[in-house]
């Protein structure tokens, strides 16, 4: 059994720098057609000559696939109309991190105050540039999320224009507000389609799969997979794939983040496989409704997957993915 997917896009990716970079764009590079960069690097990208010289470190690691990087920059209450208009062709989307939520988001933002915020989010509104959330607040770890939901709602009714996207939601209060405002959208993860808290922190911890925002109940889980299983037209695939160096995960004081990026594709496909999901909502899910909400005209890609055991290797070059050393059910069988 096989299956095809076109131009499959990651609207939510982590590749880091230097070394890093250098040894990991390929799994991200070589199955899908493009990505949404995410941009808290260390400093934070967030100038038009850094965006183009991160672009730029990108296209050199990724060597000769074909794939494109859609560069976004680390949202400043300071940005002004006539600085978004001179990189509005150089990015995608502009990410929002609340200060100190997750990996280097120190520079972020405190407050939510709406008005602190209407100079930079009505010009990002005029000029149609998406605004991606990383939408936790700094209260309980399994409530951040839920909470996090009149904010979301505030920016959606403030701002009816901008295209929100709330990132790699992982409860049933984000799914819920997705239908009750037009201008919000959201990216979903393949590990919070698969895991519960239950599978990190149930039995032995198991740092490669603990992330923000944490996994969180089998409801929240349902409700993940109802949308995405559908194709539901405001809901695009994200793998929030965030690279650690091994030492880093398996560590007293382990870092946030599931290195997904070799396998995605392959899990998606087993997934909405045993759901019964038809193929074209893995499509949609995968690419068309990434494609519409942000206008995206993707590079050509065709990705068949086969029903064939693969096992995931123990590390990708000091990295480890989800489900090192297992079986999955679907393996690559050609990129062209
Ligand atoms: O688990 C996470 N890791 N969540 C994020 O929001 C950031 C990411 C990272 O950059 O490592
Ligand atoms: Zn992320």
Do not use: W
Request: net charge negative.
């Amino acid at each position: 059994m096989s299956l095809t997917l076109l131009s499959p896009l990651d609207m939510h990716l982590h590749l880091r720098d230097g070394e890093m970079l250098a040894n990991i764009a390929k799994e991200s590079a070589h199955t899908f057609s493009g990505a949404l960069i995410m941009p808290n690097l260390v400093p934070p990208v967030s100038t038009k000559e850094e965006v183009i010289a991160y672009k730029q470190r990108i296209m050199a690691a990724i060597g000769h696939e074909t794939f494109t990087p859609y560069m976004t920059l680390f949202f400043k209450p300071s940005y002004d109309k006539a600085f978004l208009t001179s990189i509005k062709d150089e990015i995608t989307a502009i990410k929002l991190y609340p200060a100190g939520i997750t990996t280097n988001s120190e520079g972020g933002v405190s407050g939510f105050d709406v008005e602190e915020l209407r100079p930079a989010l009505e010009a990002m509104s005029e000029l149609g540039i998406p605004l991606c959330v990383h939408g936790e607040t700094g209260g309980f770890v399994m409530d951040r999320e839920a909470e996090f939901v009149s904010i979301y709602e505030k920016l959606a009714t403030a701002f009816p224009k901008l295209v929100i996207i709330m990132e790699h939601i992982t409860t049933k209060a984000s799914v819920e507000a997705l239908d009750r405002f037009e201008n919000l959208y959201a990216t979903i993860t393949v590990h919070h389609l698969l895991i519960t808290l239950d599978d990190v922190a149930g039995g032995m911890l198991k740092p490669h799969l603990f992330c923000k925002p944490i996994a969180k109940r089998p409801e929240d889980r349902d409700a993940l997979l109802e949308v995405a299983l559908k194709g539901h037209p405001k809901v695009m695939f994200g793998s929030d794939s965030a690279p650690h160096p091994k030492h880093a995960k398996e560590s007293c004081g382990c870092a946030a983040g599931v290195f997904t990026a070799p396998v995605a594709l392959q899990l998606l496909a087993e997934l909405f496989e045993n759901k019964l999901a038809p193929l074209e909502n893995l499509q949609a899910f995968i690419s068309g409704n990434a494609q519409r909400i942000y206008k995206l005209k993707p590079l050509a890609k065709t990705v068949m997957l086969e029903k064939k055991s693969f096992h995931v290797p123990s590390d990708y070059r000091g990295v480890v993915p989800m489900y090192a050393d297992e079986q999955i059910a679907y393996s690559i069988k050609t990129v062209e």
